[in-house]
């Protein structure tokens, strides 16, 4: 569902790449770009118009269309036997919804009552980063600052960016800009040559919503309410690949090594981290690629138990895709389906 | 000294812009920049090449050519009656040269001898920031992840940076890098559509110069050497304007009206936090203007004394030539000169 979208072509790339084990597919649109093809493991297949009856007979329901269209069509599929797993924030927070990261919390799939929720493209990163360190140490405090690619906020994101950085240089501030921060916000601001520390629209406690998600998600996703999460989140004129500085502290006071062992050892996860190389991960490299980067590990100057780390990753692929693919395979590892 | 760079010229246009009381001027840089003309207040110099004898009959000389230039000009200026206000990182940790921003620690200038050190951009923004919220609340930790210019980083990085931007945009990876994260580096990188977790070189303690200037420095200038401060220093696809994610803990717990109205009054440092309106500071606006911006001001979630703060300020004016023109005015207010 949202096959035409970028993640929805993401999803499919990551189902040929991985080999899914697919039946039958059936890929989903509104009605204005259903019609369109869609090549999948060598067949061409038209994009069809959802509607409620569009879900008969589907095991597994891949979402991705926006919150409205899961709110519209993720209950009309479950009600027909297929398990949803949505990538919008819908039904993130919903008590009987479980959020998963496979690498994190596999274990939550199976509490599923037909839905799975895919959590947000910068707590997925983080939490895959963060959960070795937990497993081995114990979590404290996390406090992290974002630098998130255009490619999160879509296509017309992406055109806007590539438009403005290709247009007068030295009039920047003064380009059109219509998409960002929230296309549907009052103001907006140019993206090129810019940082702009707007990602959704505000709370009324003075924090985003992209904020709050990466604060409440990922206490859900690691089973702990009192985990201490801050989040500031910016956006930056990269087209692929979320970066975010973590700084975290931990119960016990490991050395270095020992941290970096432990991000080496994680699954999903790469070190990338050597500093007399000049080795650590960057977003332009990171895109279109599978795994959660991590680099610049050290220990912070004035407590054992601080660490700090540059988490990076490709937004849409493990920040969405990649992650729902993930869960339906665990489904089908863990017999849930 | 250095009259012909970057910062150089932001510091003649500060010089007639604030309307400094003059007597005479010279200019002066490297023989391969002497010759240039430059005009101040309505009449046209030449630029010297220096030599030890250009500093003869000088009371102030604002040095901005480099870190070897001013170890070799700074210290024969002084012993021709000269006060070097040295805006390199040369001197700047010498226990006999202060370091100093006017808004922050004034009293200092009393005691140079000879040398007045102007603190890195970075730095410079955030202890603006942080100095009203000292006076009245007390400083405990501070975190901050930085989102750099790549004029920091000289004119030629910003060449490079715009003909990045207006290449291919579907390969900036493989864009031609000379320029960052360090000139004198093994390895280049591109900069448009990416972020560089590294500014200067690699320290042993996995920490950049960069990261350990801002810690260092802000210990200094703020007389504490307890003060307990951590930094990632990022390197963005922006011309000019620093940002900086700030995360501090005070010893009191102020409520968040209290540290935006500290914030409102401190001298050199505007509020800028209407979220409600998407009123934050940005570096596309901040670029050209004196101020040291503060937006995106929020209590920590789990800690009553932390607050989150966003940072932005023009680099090469804040962060470099004024700064170092205020110091040389501070001078006069103190009859210190």
Tied chains: 1, 2.
Excluded at 243 to 269: C, D, F, H, M, R
Excluded at 302 to 313: L, T, Y
Aim: hydrophobic share 40%; charged share 25%; net charge negative.
């Amino acid at each position: 569902m949202g096959a035409t979208g970028a993640v929805g072509q993401q999803m499919k790339e990551q189902l040929e790449k991985r080999d899914f084990p697919v039946g039958t597919i059936k890929f989903l649109a509104s009605s204005r770009s259903a019609g369109q093809e869609i090549e999948f493991k060598g067949k061409t297949y038209r994009v069809e118009e959802a509607t409620p009856e569009s879900f008969e007979g589907v095991d597994i329901a891949l979402f991705s269309a926006g919150g409205s269209i899961s709110e519209q069509f993720a209950p009309e599929a479950v009600k027909r036997g297929a398990v949803v797993i949505d990538n919008t924030s819908a039904f993130r927070m919903n008590e009987d919804v479980p959020l998963v990261v496979p690498e994190v919390n596999p274990e939550d799939i199976g509490k599923h009552n037909g839905i799975i929720a895919n959590p947000n493209c910068s707590t997925i990163q983080m939490v895959c980063a963060l959960q070795p360190l937990k497993d081995q140490f114990g979590l404290g405090k996390i406090v992290v600052s974002t630098y998130q690619a255009v490619s999160g906020a879509g296509v017309g994101a992406i055109n806007e960016l590539k438009e403005q950085a290709a247009a007068d240089f030295d009039h920047a501030k003064d380009a059109e800009a219509k998409m960002l921060p929230v296309k549907s916000a009052e103001r907006h601001y140019p993206i090129a040559f810019n940082a702009i520390p707007q990602i959704d629209k505000f709370t009324d406690n003075g924090y985003t919503f992209e904020e709050m998600k990466m604060i409440n998600e990922t206490k859900k996703i690691m089973h702990d309410e009192k985990l201490a999460v801050a989040a500031t989140c910016v956006r930056l004129p990269v087209v692929t690949g979320h970066s975010e500085s973590v700084y975290v502290e931990l119960e016990a006071a490991p050395t270095v090594e020992e941290v970096k062992q432990a991000i080496a050892n994680a699954p999903g996860v790469e070190l990338m981290d050597d500093p007399s190389n000049q080795v650590y991960p960057m977003p332009l490299m990171a895109a279109g690629l599978d795994e959660v980067f991590v680099g610049r590990i050290r220990q912070d100057l004035d407590n054992p138990r601080g660490f700090h780390m540059w988490v990076v990753s490709d937004n849409l692929v493990k920040g969405a895709a990649l992650n729902s693919v993930q869960i339906a395979e665990s489904m089908i590892q863990q017999n849930i389906i």
